[in-house]
């Protein structure tokens, strides 16, 4: 079903809307698969013309003689459906749509595309758009957009969710000789959409790199499914806009609040190794890299500079985007010392002095190339004295070409007098800046592809059988009661019965039924009010520590609900929460919510009562989590340092963590009914952890 | 002294070391000198030639018959100082030094430098270099460097610590056709450095923004003075590398360990009002608006745009940036909703659609620049069907003119098709981008630039007076006892002094006194050891907390004291220190540490024991400390929403705190010999602070 090849490889091409009117886009459209250089059949279609272009022109799509692959359509859209139908009549296979006035009007227009999808799909037709600009394929070749120019062959598959964003795209990039394979623009994406044109690309001999813009995804599940394969045959690279809007939606818990719909794209992306870019010049950037060089081993770069000041600029970059300065080995030191002036730096960034010429370039270049412990470099030259741009550009060039593996980036820092040097560059390959800094932050993009390519993807294995029974026992009871927050004393049922140790909370009814649940956990003891309409029990003081005796227990109990009476007198709690104090430990938190789009998302970071105003949570999502991931998610948070023994402090149990959000994903996938699970604090010791506090929502 | 204005409009210039031969450096400065049309005498110097360039060449500085201004050397290192004693009995006022081989060689160069230094104070000559590539003014006009190409005139003017970075800067700028006034290159500073350089711009009438590139600061408290005055005149933007060195340095407080060279320079910074830009695109994308338009007056930036996936992306960045979309006037939308498609985008960002003309761009931007709830607008376009990009940069350049006080900024984005309109816009000085996130990233720096200006600068006004007395007392017994730290009754005692209000604290010296004192304070109390020489008190036993009596005191202080001679048997402490136990609040770090360039910080923050790992520190130098500086800073930390009553607590009380950092610079100026100050945690509670934890070391 998702294979669209035929859309970028038709035998033939009916434009229905084609017009004899220059400037009209029914004009511009056969124009432009014309001058494509389009091998297939080409047939106008418009019932006013006999010819348009030096092409027969037909009345409709039934008086074509040949069969039609795919049809465009440049009418209006009240005439859609009527030229669908007469499409799927003559066997056509595929449309492209790039008539506007659907989806994208209102109600009315919805309705018309449904409809419109209705025919395709009665005819087994695939749909691009409608409201779409079309597509273009460099190696077909097709240029089926209204578009003026046709980017020259390339690696690089653009895929947008914007016709205007592709407009500018295509203008400027023909301008700056970028090079493309082919181009989709997707419009309302009623039938094709980002997963169909990535799969596309992603089989596609002639694309290297895939590039997106992407505004929402039509199927989460689906796109984490595909792209997850994609990735690691090729990198796929998205700019997803729309970031201000994360947040915005309410939620219950800590675990909830700090996630948002950017955080589940986030999440989503980085499953299925998706390198996510936050401008459009850093998608770009990425591409050439990516279009040109191979992928580096690893995260250590070289630099070979003709000046100081760019060297430390470019530092400062490596540092901050998180790559490392490679270490020389004493071999390569020992011979750039040997043969480089005294004033030159021979550590890194190696610094051959503002009189280098071209040759002098090339030895430091070539010697760091060569060594192993230098995974990529980059080059910046200086327009000064005595440089040769030209020349040093060859250099760069040839050993480019010896170090097939190693990428070789440049920054020719200026305009005209670099301006040879630099086109040489960019036609052989070798991608160059005006800046040493989006130089090194691409190379920075292509090291974390580096990074996702290396992790396994091993799911958590986990022989652990829950007791899913009890779940279900509580939920029954807590449904029945028409609650959709559980007690504290449930919820930590349910996370027992999935092996997550808790602090045993017991419900009791009475001072004395407390007292003597009390003598049987042991002191001391801590007082919980119990209600599901209680939200900052402590505030109304519905909490009481530190309680050492079974007549502390019973005044306790008698305080609170004076308490709760005084404050809140319509509340009648269910009975008051019996927990055992446990000893101090590292304070976390682990949760879950869930996200419309791509389900359930575990969390994972710093507990305690200031988890939302110090925001130390990594998120990842729940199903399918592979223990690489729970690595990842947990060595991104502060919380990672906290548990290696932060402060001299004794390190807390990270396998026993990891094992906890192991169960919880495994719960969450279990019982989809679980809104939100807050395990806040969950107390890591240096052996186990306790969960202390646990909340859990149904939805 | 500063001032160095004959540099940039001399008079005469000799070129010591002037050559016949094409592509020398003394050959190259001498045309361009002549090339850029400079009206002063020009005379060469070269002993072995009669003639260059077709002027007459002189044999040495004494004898030129007229007088000489100034004097550039491009001659060899070893014949500087000979060349100078000669200037300077001449009478020339300024030397520049092209000349290499000084300091940046190493310690014989150092000595030349500071030879050749001596030299020039001697005949009161000032110094630009020397190893620096010259400067040059375009309304002087003169190029006294050896580069190739002269800048257009214009507004900018560029000071750089890196002759390659210039060089770089100013080719790539000719390509692109940026303007300049002036610029620098400081070379070594020896004599003239930024300080000197930035001045002379700030006079300069020609110049409306100032850049520069940094690696370091020559004078740190000159540097703060000079440049807060300057930017209320003119913004300065700065480039500072060198921030992967940053936190390198040792230090034994947590306020210590957070800071570091690169915080001290972006304290130093926002303490001038000097925006700091990360890259070198941000520099110059900033530098042209500054030069172009009037700064806005306030954040609340207008979108128009005829495509709505750049809108977003649009929208994202003005909220990463801490910008804001302006809310329109009723009015406004009223009339946009009459007037435009009813498809259009009516509220921010206004999309005038994909069939936009320059009319309806016209209409809609001229209702927005009037509206006074928008403070500056970006339009956005991208080349689809029917755009008029030339005619629409025509709208943009008049309205533009009918609104002077708003800036206005272009993102057109395309190439070839866009070339046409993005020339007309730049040339009249509405700043063009090819992608909307520069754009938006550089009115974000002019904002920043509005808010330095509303700040006012009074200092602190506080008529208390401190016990100075009792600070040097104790500063007096630690250094008889040879100490640097202080115990924690004696840094209570300190900050007592300025006010601080601190937590009691009392040194005994056995069971019984300690009870005594507990019996006075009253109950509960904590015991600690008292001993500099024990940094990690609670691993050893050496604090006990919560005690009630004075029975559980006596016992107390023997197991403490039990616990010291078992795990650091050679430690004799000075006895153990009794502090009454305070009721929770807002845990707070309020403290101080010293950089050797820019002197006294204070830092403040979320406090706690997790200081380190969370830090939410920020900092503000100490001496000159502003009301509104104590807010910002205490509005940029996470502690800020804490104060503010987070999750419903009560809020704390801010005027206190303000009060704790006031004290503490006005401590940090007093005393010098002060080195670092913890007061960790402060405690803040509804009404009053406590300091319950307060560490002082000396330097």
């Known amino acids: 079903m998702n294979n669209i090849n035929s859309f970028t490889r038709p035998k033939s091409l009916a434009v229905i809307g084609a017009s004899k009117t220059p400037g009209k886009i029914g004009h511009s459209l056969v124009q432009n698969i014309i001058n494509s250089g389009f091998k297939g059949k080409i047939y106008p279609v418009n019932p006013r013309e006999k010819e348009i272009l030096g092409l027969d022109c037909y009345k409709s799509v039934n008086e074509i003689p040949g069969d039609v692959e795919t049809a465009i359509f440049v009418i209006p859209a009240g005439r859609v459906i009527d030229a669908a139908r007469e499409c799927g009549q003559k066997g056509v296979k595929n449309l492209v749509a790039l008539t506007a006035g659907f989806k994208e009007t209102g109600r009315e227009g919805m309705e018309l595309e449904k409809n419109f999808l209705a025919v395709c799909k009665q005819y087994n037709m695939r749909l691009l758009g409608p409201n779409c600009i079309g597509f273009l394929d460099t190696h077909t070749p097709v240029n089926a957009t209204f578009l003026k120019g046709f980017p020259p062959r390339g690696k690089i598959a653009f895929i947008s969710q914007s016709g205007a964003m592709l407009a500018a795209v295509l203008d400027w990039s023909i301008t700056a000789g970028i090079g493309y394979s082919k181009i989709f623009s997707m419009g309302n994406k009623a039938d094709l959409n980002e997963i169909d044109c990535i799969s596309e690309a992603a089989e596609d001999p002639d694309t290297k790199v895939i590039l997106c813009y992407l505004e929402d995804v039509s199927n989460g599940p689906e796109f984490i499914k595909v792209l997850s394969e ?116 021979i550590y890194n960034p190696v610094d051959v002095l503002g009189d280098a010429k071209a040759e002098r370039f090339k030895f430091a270049l070539e010697r760091v190339l060569k060594d192993d412990n230098v995974d990529s470099a980059v080059v910046l030259l200086c327009p000064v004295a005595v440089t040769q741009p030209v020349e040093t550009a060859r250099v760069l060039i040839e050993l480019n070409k010896t170090y097939p593996d190693k990428p070789l980036i440049a920054a020719y820092m200026g305009g005209q007098a670099l301006a040879e040097g630099t086109r040489m560059l960019s036609e052989s390959g070798v991608p160059v800046f005006a800046m040493p800094e989006p130089a090194i932050g691409a190379l920075a993009g292509m090291s974390r592809y580096t990074e996702f390519q290396k992790r396994d993807s091993i799911s958590l294995i986990d022989d652990f059988k829950p007791d899913q029974k009890t779940v279900k026992a509580v939920f029954y009871d807590v449904k029945k009661d028409n609650r959709l927050t559980l007690l504290g004393s449930e919820a930590a049922e349910i996370i027992a019965a999935y092996g997550v140790p808790e602090t045993p909370i017991k419900l009791s009814r009475s001072p004395e ?83 419309v789009q791509f389900g359930s998302m575990i969390g994972f970071g710093l507990g305690g009562i200031y988890v939302n105003l110090i925001k130390d949570v990594s998120f990842r999502l729940a199903e399918g989590l592979t223990d690489n991931e729970i690595k990842e998610m947990i060595a991104e948070t502060k919380a990672y340092s906290l548990m290696q023994g932060f402060r001299g402090e004794k390190p807390a149990d990270l396998d026993s963590v990891i094992k906890v959000i192991k169960r919880l994903a495994m719960l969450a996938t279990d019982f989809p009914e679980i809104m939100e699970i807050d395990i806040n604090p969950l107390i890591a010791y240096e052996r186990g952890v306790a969960a202390l506090d646990v909340k859990i929502t149904l939805s």
């Open 230 to 345: 994609v990735t690691r045959k090729k990198p796929v690279i998205i700019l997803k806009s729309g970031t201000s809007q994360a947040g915005a939606q309410a939620a219950s818990s800590h675990t909830g609040a700090l996630a948002g719909s950017d955080i589940a794209y986030d999440s989503a992306f980085k499953r299925c190794g998706v390198l996510r870019v936050e401008s459009m010049s850093q998608l770009f950037d990425l591409a050439i890299l990516f279009a040109n060089q191979s992928v580096p081993k690893g995260n250590r770069v070289a630099i070979v500079t003709n000046a100081g000041g760019p060297g430390i600029v470019a530092t400062d970059k490596i540092e901050s985007h998180g790559l490392s300065m490679a270490r020389f080995t004493k071999e390569t030191i020992e011979e750039l010392r040997l043969n480089l002036p005294p004033e030159a730096g």
């Open 513 to 595: 039924e407390a007292a003597a649940i009390a003598d049987e956990t042991g002191y001391p003891v801590v007082l919980k009010v119990a209600s599901p309409r209680i939200l900052h029990k402590t505030d109304i003081g519905g909490v009481k520590i530190g309680l050492n005796s079974s007549f502390e227990v019973k005044t306790a109990y008698v305080e609170i609900m004076e308490n709760v009476h005084k404050y809140l007198p319509k509340v009648v709690p269910y009975g008051i929460e019996i927990q055992k104090m446990v000893p101090r430990g590292t304070e976390l938190i682990v949760g879950m919510t869930r996200d």
